[in-house]
């Protein structure tokens, strides 16, 4: 992916510049203390998304699966039944 990334350096931007036509749903949920992908950057991604959902996960790190299943599996189930 990384070198999919380098080869087309553009590529990000312009999906990004795509994200305010996305007409779906869309479930966002940062890990409070990600450094990989930090929390603001989700918040950024979820202003972007114009139905979107935003979910924090409070005490929880990049690996959220991992580090906080329940809340993870909360926040899914409740985006998936409304």
């Known amino acids: ?6 080869a087309h350096r ?3 931007v312009e999906a990004a510049e795509r994200l305010p036509s996305f007409d779906r749903p869309a479930l966002v949920v940062p890990a409070e203390k ?3 992908m ?7 991604l979820a202003a972007a998304l114009p139905q979107d959902r935003l979910v924090e ?8 699966p991992l580090d906080q299943p ?3 599996r ?5 985006f998936t039944r409304a």
């Open 1 to 6: 992916m990384l070198r999919g990334i380098s």
């Open 38 to 44: 930090p929390a603001d950057h989700g918040h950024r």
């Open 34 to 36: 990600d450094r990989v």
């Open 70 to 72: 329940a809340a993870l």
């Open 10 to 12: 553009t590529a990000l």
């Open 57 to 64: 996960v409070p005490d929880s790190y990049s690996l959220l």
């Open 74 to 78: 909360r926040a899914i189930r409740a």
